[in-house]
Structures are given as C-alpha cells and as structure tokens.
C-alpha cells in the first residue's frame, strides 16, 4: 500500500496551512475528514475495543467455572471486571452506535458530510487515542481496579496509591471530550443539513434516536467530566472533594456519576431502538407502524432519562420518599420502551417479512431486551432492589439490556448495512450460523445469572465455596460464554471474506426505504450526484414505488426541478487536514503527562494544542470543487 | 484547485433553520456548560458551610474589591455588543477599539482574580486547606480559565483583522465569540450572588 497516493488532479499536499487531498493509503485515512471514513474507522476501533472487553469477560468467566479456582488473583480479577465495563461503555457499544450514526446519519438526511468535518475527525482520533491510554495502563503498573463507577472514596490516593485509577480518571475525561464535541456536531448536521424536503417529521427514526442520544450525551457528559477532574484534583493537589476526614461525602460521587451514568444507559440504547426502527420496517416491506409515537416516546425517554438516575442508589439510605419518587421515575419510563416494543410488534404484523440475518438479530432483541426490561422493572422497586441488590441478577440485567439489546441491535445494523459500506455482501448462510451461536450462546451465559443471583451470589467476587448450589449455573455461563466466542470469531471472519471476495451488492440490495440505499454502494466521496430531493416519509421507498405510498411522481420532479433550478453550482468538498490528529495526539500525550505529573510536558503540549488549533482555523478551506452530473470528479 | 474557492461557495450548503451551524454549535456548547458550571456550583452548594477549619468564606472574601471586578466584566460585554455592531456596519476602526476594550476589561477582571487568589493565599487559603479552599477556588478557577480562553479568542480577531480585510460578511466570527462572552459573564453573576453575596445576606 503506498503511504499517500495523490488524485490525478496535481494539487499540493505539503505546507503548513495547505490541506492535503490524499486518495488512499495510511495517510489519507490518518488526514481524512470524510464522515463514511471516520464512520468506518469508529466501527473498526470499536469492534476492536469489543475484543478486548471480550477477552477480559472470557478469562473472568473461566476463573469462575467451577469454585475455589486459582486462575487469576484477586488483584487481576479487579482489574478485569472494572477495564471490561469502562471498554464495553466507553469504548465499544457506545461508539459503535455513534460510528454507525457517523456513518448513516448523513446520508440518511441527504447531506454530504457532518457540518464540521474536522472537529468529526478530531471527535474520533480523541476516542480512539483515550482508548489506547486506558489499555495501556495494563502495561504501565496496573489497570484501575475500583470497578466502573468507581465509587468514592476507594478512588482516593490514600486508599489507592497506584496509578491505574489516574488512568481511569484522564482516560474516561479525555474520551468524554470526543464524545461531546461528535455529539454537538451530529445534532448541528441533524438540524441544519438536511436535504430539501427533508422536514423534521420526514426523518428515518434512526436520525431521530441519534438525535436524542445525542443531546443525551450534551448534558450527561458534563457531571461526569467534572466529577472525574474533582477526583484528579484529590489525588493531584489534594483537594478535599472525596475526602471524608475533610468533610468531603463520597456520596455526592455516586450522585454526579449516576446523573450521567443513567442517561449513558439510554445513550447506549437509543441508537439501538434506532437501528431496529429501520431494519425491521425494510424486512417486513411495511412502513414503521406508529413512526409519530416511536419518536416522541423517544423523546421522553430522553427527559425522562435524567429523572431516574437515584435507582442506583436505593440501597445507600436516601430514605423512603426519595426511594418512592424514584421508583416511580424507573417504572414510567418503561411505558414509553413499552411503546416502541408494541410499534414494532405491529410493524411486523402483515408485513411480507423476509427472515434476513439483519431480521433474525432484530427478533431477537425484541425479546432478549423485553426480558432485560421486565428484570429492570423489577429492580425499579426498592424492596426488590434491597434484596438482589449487587448479585449475579444485577448483572443479568444489565447484561440483557446493554448485551441482548444494544448489542444485538448493533448486529443488526451491521449485517444490514454492510452491503453499503463495502459494496459487498455477507454470507447470509454463515449469517445464520453466527446468528445461532451468538444468540443462543448470550442467553446462555446471562439466563443462569438470574438464578445464581437469587441464590445470593454477589457480584465481583473473584472465587466462590463450593456447596451453594452456584456450580452449575456458573459452568453454564462460562460453556456459554465459548459458544458466542465461536460465533463472534465465524463473525470477523465472515466480514473479512465478505470484503475481500463477497457477492457484490448493488445499491439497494434489501429494496429498503431510505436515502442512504438511493446511493452507489459505497457511495463516493461526495455522497449523492444530485442533491436529493424529499416530499414525503421513506423518500426512496416512495421514489420506487409512489403508487404504495400514494405518492405524486409529478409532485416529485416538480420539486426536483425547483430544486435544480435554484442550485447548480456543483460540490465543494473540502481538504484533508493533519490538525485534528496533531491536536488530539497533543491531548494524548498530554493525559500520560498529567498521570506522572510532568508539568512541563503537559505546557509543551499545551503549546502545541493552541498552535494546531490556529492552523486548524487558518488553513482554509482547500479541497475539490465538483460537477458529478457532468463527470467531472 | 486546493484553496482557489471562495467560502461563500461551500456556504451554498442547504440550512434548514437559516442558522449558520457555527451560531448552533455555540449554543450547544453553552448549553452543556450550563451543566459544567452547574455541576461545580453545585458541588460549591452542598459543601458550603462544612468547612471543618478556617479561613471561613466571611474571613477572606471582600466584597468591595470583586464588586468592583464584576463591574467591569458586566460592562465588557456591554463592549461586546458595541463591537459587533460596529463590524456589522463595517465600521472597522470601531470594531477594533470596542473588540480591544472588551479584551482589556476581561484582562482587568483577570488580574483583580489573580490579585484575589493571591491574597486569599496569604490568608491561608488553599486546595487544600479546606473545602472552602477546594470548591471556591476550583469553580472560580474555571470561570477564570474561560475568561482566559475568550480574551485570547477576542485578540486572535483583533490581530487577524489587521493582517487580512474584515468585513460586515465575517461578523458571524464576532457574534459567535460573543455568545460565549456573554455566557461567561452571566455564569458570573451566579457565582458572584451565590459565593459571595449569600455568604453576607
């Protein structure tokens, strides 16, 4: 592979201030700001991420296959299951969803890119680079080993002299970074670039549940991200926050994290109910029953999603109203899940359904999340709660939400989108198969859970006696645990023949609803040869096929031809640039300075963070100006 | 072609709301700063009073002198609006006096807070002497650091305008940095009632 190829067009691509224009190699992809690259390499890093979480989830299930095993220490053990939740929230389910929207959004809506195609470039390289500081802790002295939430004050310097929980702290800040600034461009796009027609009402809900995630992580983000610097300041310049002997309360830790951390919940699962939004219309060839009602539950979801935030903590003595009010919270925001679950339910009923593997992993987390919801009400009622509170049915739970939904979902998107993004097609036979294994092996692994936890197994013990009547569902976990690991391998592999010598797909492979599939597969640089142009719900469905949707061809072309009238002045696309990588290696860089206070380090990058962000707003525009229709490209 | 095309061009990009997207991301900023300062100010409300050692907030605070630093951050943005009028006038000479005095009273507020900080230090307030010491000067701290980041914004258009033509097309620049002005300022008046002003009523 040749580290840059230039286009055929002669341009300069080395200076200072000068965009560069690479076509391919490793450095148009560390330079690129092209939302279906950038979509491209979130899922990549993120299935990445997922290994890994993975093979922390594998060794801990192995330690606990039968009792009194020895596998791994305690020590180890702590640190397995605190890095496997921070790398499945933070760095794999959450960012797969915002890959996927990265990737989707646009053309769903019809634009060519995000609004800010850099700052979508920096999001990204901010991620992928917080990712590696937090992996790399397992080689700098240990990993942090106070659990995800980590809960005060067991983060305190006192009670944990090593450097893993520094580790945790600037990892997950500088990750929240990322996510913040992807988030408001994703909402900036969402609203302003949407192509003619395309009126708030006439979006995909896919691009409304990434919408609302996305405001979600505006105003979760924050207690977090202040929360995790109060931590630094205890542990760096001895701030009292945390301290008890201070007067500082650890309880007021749980409260920040929980305020972000339960919207993070539906951050998570939103983009999921998303996915399902559109796979299973395109496979039922039915429109999504109920699309006004999907959306606005969605949107109370998303309010509703910071009033809930205390069910964590109904065990920590907030007393019995507050208990009360918030359980109350937990059980209404079920209603608006319930809905969406009802909608799809009659999306199917009638529908010519087609049991593709997108569809099948569909069905599939119809049920599998409906389980983990019907556990969550559970746990919505404080007596419950005190009793399974911190066992195994905990982890059950959360497990089918986040595992059996988001995950699930996510599997549906990719076999459904997969055609687009490669131009190639899975193998729908190994589809199958993985599909099996994957599916059947989840409910094995977390259905024995739910018992093992009612048995009073707590979670995050690293060994158990023998005797309690645990065994058996721990074995069953762990042999379940081998089957999805098969199934995910026959997974990654199926991709990669599937890119390299697949079926080639066409444009619109599954006869799908949306603008996305009116494009070539993949679809060039610049997205779309004509803008296009929407007057109704479904806007290639109803392009193919206006008789079905009452839909007037005339009304389309008269609006097509406003359209064209109005603009012809082709594509701009603009330039690479290197500033987005410079600056979040800088702040990169910069994390590992603060962990080993190195003051001078940290300024040195500081300087050159300021000085990338002038070149970054100095360097122009650059890139191509383009007519598709006319051939010139 | 690379640099050859003009910005209107790409600007030719539908906009549904007819909001230029640099105006919606600054609100979307402001918006999750909102939480920021909320977050921090409310963690300055639920320590306040459990303090376990002195200096207490009545010993060190002074409210005549940071009456005397807010009065002239508030009357920076007053500034701010005189600056953007100006530019959306093309009034450039204008512009860039208002712009350079809004820059200047920010600079003035900064250097009342360091004058502060350090006689609050003297005092024996610090980090972590305290948690008085620790959610005063982490909140304050951070608004100083906004201030900080908006004055370097201001001057890098103050000297930008000298080195190539400004007009009435580029005051979005202005208006978007004005915005942010503005939030900083009133995210001040919050801090300057509840940590100051409350400790006294």
């Given at each position: 592979m040749a580290i840059g190829r230039q286009p055929a067009?002669?341009?300069?691509?080395?200076?200072?201030l000068i965009r560069p224009n690479w076509d391919r190699g490793i450095l148009s992809w560390l330079t690129t700001v092209d939302h279906k690259r950038l979509g491209i390499l979130y899922i990549v890093t993120s299935t990445f991420f997922f290994l890994t979480a993975s093979v922390e989830a594998f060794i801990m299930r192995l330690q606990l296959?039968?009792?009194?095993?020895?596998?791994?220490s305690p020590d180890i053990f702590n640190q397995l299951f605190t890095m496997h939740g921070v790398t499945m929230v933070f760095l794999a389910i959450m960012p797969l969803g915002i890959g996927l929207a990265n990737y989707f959004a646009p053309l769903m809506i019809g634009?060519?890119?995000?609004?800010f195609p850099r700052l979508n470039a920096f999001g990204y390289w901010v991620y992928a680079f917080s990712g590696v500081l937090l992996l790399s802790s397992f080689i700098f002295?240990?990993?942090?080993?106070?659990?995800?939430?980590?809960?005060?004050p067991l983060t305190s310097l006192s009670n944990n002299p090593g450097t893993g929980t520094d580790y945790f702290m600037v990892g997950l800040l500088i990750s929240g970074l990322g996510t913040l600034v992807t988030a408001m461009n994703l909402i900036v796009t969402i609203i302003?670039?949407?192509?003619?027609?395309?009126?708030l009402f006439r979006m995909p809900a896919f691009v409304w549940m990434i919408l609302i995630t996305m405001f979600l992580i505006v105003f979760a983000f924050p207690p977090l991200t202040i929360a995790l610097f109060q931590v630094m300041m205890d542990r760096t310049?001895?701030?009292?926050?945390?301290?008890p002997a201070g007067g500082?309360?650890?309880?007021l830790w749980q409260h920040l994290f929980w305020i972000f951390g339960h919207p993070e919940v539906y951050i998570i699962i939103l983009p999921a109910f998303g996915v399902i939004s559109e796979v299973i219309p395109a496979f039922s060839r039915?429109?999504?029953?109920g699309y006004a009602m999907v959306i606005l539950s969605g949107i109370f979801i998303g309010f509703m999603g910071f009033a809930v935030w205390s069910h964590h903590m109904?065990?920590?003595?907030?007393?019995p109203i507050v208990n009360t009010a918030f359980a109350l919270t937990t059980v209404v925001i079920g209603i608006p899940t319930g809905i969406k679950v009802f909608n799809w339910l009659a999306t199917l009923w009638g529908g010519r359904i087609r049991f593709t593997t997108a569809m099948l992993f569909a069905l599939a987390f119809l049920v599998t999340f409906t389980m983990g919801g019907i556990t969550g009400i559970m746990l919505a009622l404080p007596p419950f709660d005190a009793q399974a509170q911190d066992s195994y049915f905990v982890v059950a739970h959360f497990h089918y939400v986040m595992g059996g939904g988001a995950l699930l979902a996510f599997f549906a998107g990719v076999y459904y989108w997969f055609p687009k993004m490669t131009g190639r097609m899975l193998n729908e036979v190994v589809g199958k198969w993985v599909f099996a294994l994957v599916v059947g092996g989840f409910h094995l692994v977390f259905f024995p859970q739910h018992f093992v936890g009612l048995l009073g197994m707590p979670r995050r013990i690293q060994t158990y006696d023998a005797g309690l009547g645990w065994e058996v569902y721990n074995s069953l976990s762990t042999i379940g645990t081998w089957i999805m690991s098969i199934g995910a391998l026959i997974f990654l592999t199926s991709m990669v023949l599937a890119f390299l010598n697949g079926k080639r797909a066409g444009n619109d492979p599954w006869d799908a609803?949306?603008?996305?599939?009116?494009?070539?597969?993949?679809?060039?640089?610049?997205?779309?040869d004509k803008d296009p142009v929407v007057t109704g719900r479904d806007a290639w469905w109803a392009k193919k096929y206006p008789e079905s949707v009452h839909a007037d061809p005339a009304e389309q072309a008269a609006a097509e031809a406003a359209h064209e009238a109005e603009h012809d002045g082709g594509i701009h696309i603009p330039g690479q640039s290197w500033y987005p990588f410079i600056a979040s290696a800088a702040i990169f860089l910069g994390g590992y300075a603060f962990i080993y206070d190195n003051w001078w380090l940290a300024l040195l990058l500081l300087g050159v963070l300021l000085i990338s962000c002038y070149a970054w707003a100095l360097e122009g525009i650059g890139g191509r100006h383009i007519h598709p229709e006319e051939g010139h490209v | 072609m690379s640099g050859s095309v003009a910005l209107e061009q790409v600007e030719h990009q539908p906009h549904r709301t007819g909001l230029p997207d640099l105006k919606l991301i600054m609100w979307l900023f402001l918006a999750s700063d909102c939480m920021f300062f909320g977050t921090l100010i409310g963690t300055y409300l639920v320590y306040?009073?459990?303090?376990?050692?002195?200096?207490f907030p009545a010993d060190v605070l002074d409210i005549p002198v940071t009456t005397v630093s807010s009065f002239v951050l508030l009357m920076s943005s007053f500034l701010m609006v005189l600056a953007l009028h100006a530019l959306r006038k093309d009034d450039i000479p204008r512009f860039r006096l208002w712009t350079f005095g809004v820059a200047f009273f920010g600079s003035v507020f900064l250097g009342f807070q360091v004058f502060e900080f350090s006689t609050f230090a003297l005092e024996g307030?610090?980090?972590?002497?305290?948690l008085f010491g620790s959610t005063f000067f982490v909140l304050t701290g951070t608004h100083g650091i906004h201030v900080t980041v908006g004055v370097l914004m201001l001057l890098s258009i103050l000297i930008l305008s000298f080195v190539k033509p400004m007009s009435s097309k580029d005051a979005i620049f202005l208006e978007v940095t004005g915005l942010y002005w503005h939030f900083v300022d009133i995210v001040w008046i919050v801090i300057f009632t509840v940590v100051y002003l409350v400790e006294f009523a």
């Open positions: 067009q002669p341009v300069n691509n080395v200076g200072l296959v039968r009792p009194e095993q020895q596998l791994v634009a060519r890119d995000l609004a002295g240990g990993a942090p080993d106070v659990g995800w939430f980590a809960y005060a302003n670039l949407r192509a003619p027609g395309m009126t310049f001895g701030t009292l926050f945390y301290d500082g309360m650890a309880i039915k429109p999504l029953f109904f065990t920590t003595g907030l007393g609803r949306t603008l996305e599939w009116s494009t070539s597969s993949p679809p060039p640089y610049y997205n779309f | 306040q009073g459990r303090s376990l050692e002195g200096p307030l610090s980090l972590n002497q305290n």
